[in-house]
Every structure is written in C-alpha cells, then in structure tokens.
C-alpha cells in the first residue's frame, strides 16, 4: 500500500487485558513514531524508532507500555493490564528521516482502543 | 519545555468567509513550525511547514508566517470552501529542519458551511 497502514482499526477491551497495535510504516521510511490523541487533548508523543532502535522512549506514560519494531519496518505497541484511562487514538507515523527539513511525518488512520 | 497553544475551538464559518487559526509556541532556541490536517476519515498530513523566522510556508491557499517576536505561526487562507473542513493541528519540532518529536497543540475544527 501507498501509506501508512494500522490495524485493528478499532479495538474494545475489558481493563487488565493486554493489547497489541501494529503499525506497517511507508516501505523506505526508516523513522517511526507513536502518538496518542485523548479526547480533547492534541497528540502525545510516546516513542520514536529510528530503524529498529528507539532512541528516544521519553513519552511512554508507564511501564505497562512497549514497543518495537522488527526489521526496520513493522512496529507494535503493546499496553499491558489495560486501564480506562488508556482509552485514545493511537497513530503511527513515518518519515524518510528523523531530521530532515524535507521529510514530513504521514500519518496511519490510527487505532481507536476503548477499555471497558 | 515545547508546548504550542492553538485557539478553543470549534470554528464555524460560511463558504469564502476568511479564516484565521491562532497558534503561539513555547521553545527554546529555534524550533521549526508546521500545520498539519486530518480530513475527515482520514490520518493526518503536512500542510505546511516554515523553519526560521519570517519564513512564509504556503499551500494550497493557506498561508502561515514564522513570527519569532511575538512565537506565533497563524493559519490564514482568503477565502474557505467546503473542502477545508477539517482538524488543523500546529505542531514544532525543536531544531531547525528536524522532525523528531514533533510537539503538537490539541488541534481545532473548521466547519466550512456552504
């Protein structure tokens, strides 16, 4: 596909279930960043890769939050023990290059979790 | 640290209305500037960009000014259609020409009505 792609696109879960969001990146892009949008806030940043590795890890809320991603391409966020306050829009982004003037982030859909 | 503020929202205004979206920015040294926009059904994308002061980025007939004095990047175009509505998001990044960490405010909607 041309873009960013995100799956599942929506996601119901009971609190203190683990769940997985993946993220398929533009092929090429070897930046890769995790945001999250609540209702009423902008975006969150939570995690940055720069190829397979995450130079900057800063923005995850918790411990119960990780991520990764294989082979320079495919990243999954996994949120353990799930809260309501979880609750959000998760988006993935990629760009050609973590600094570059002329490499704009492009955006998935993003997943919407619910935690009931 | 970075913060950007965008104006509350939501925006409502009549076709070939002109529109204005205020954004300030807190950063230190000299941070790049960008408005991105997510139409509906769809994820966000650049819509423009400036990376030192007094640059202009433009696109589409939306136009924003880096303005280091006063920290602002507002959105302008002339005259709005139906098209434009959507979520616009201010956003910076915090060295010239980098956009890791993009730093975004909480974003505003624009109701174009025809």
């Known amino acids: 596909g041309a873009g960013v792609s995100q799956s599942p696109s929506n996601k119901v879960t009971e609190k203190g279930k683990d769940v997985e969001l993946r993220c398929d990146p533009i092929s090429g892009h070897t930046a890769l960043y995790w945001y999250r949008q609540s209702l009423g806030q902008g975006l969150e940043f939570l995690i940055y890769f720069q190829g397979n590795s995450a130079p900057d890890k800063s923005g995850l809320p918790s411990d119960r939050f990780s991520a990764e991603r294989t082979g320079g391409s495919v990243s999954t966020l996994t949120i353990q023990r799930t809260q309501q306050e979880d609750s959000a829009v998760y988006l993935c982004?990629?760009?050609?290059?973590?600094?570059?003037?002329?490499?704009?982030?492009?955006f998935g859909n993003g997943t919407r979790l619910t935690v009931t | 640290g970075n913060s950007v503020t965008q104006m509350e929202g939501p925006v409502t205004l009549s076709e070939e209305a002109f529109l204005t979206i205020n954004c300030t920015y807190t950063a230190t040294g000299y941070p790049s500037l960008f408005w991105y926009v997510q139409y509906p059904g769809e994820g966000l994308q650049l819509l423009l960009k400036?990376?030192?002061?007094?640059d202009k980025g433009s696109n589409k007939g939306f136009e924003a000014t880096y303005r280091k004095e006063t920290t602002s990047f507002h959105l302008e175009k002339g005259s709005v259609q139906v098209s434009d509505s959507a979520v616009y998001f201010c956003?910076?990044?915090?060295?010239?020409?980098?956009?890791?960490?993009?730093?975004f405010g909480k974003g505003i909607t624009l109701s174009v009505r025809p």
């Open positions: 956003a910076l990044s915090p060295h010239s020409g980098a956009n890791s960490k993009l730093t």
């Open positions: 400036a990376t030192k002061a007094d």
């Open positions: 982004a990629s760009s050609l290059a973590a600094s570059s003037y002329n490499s704009p982030l492009h």
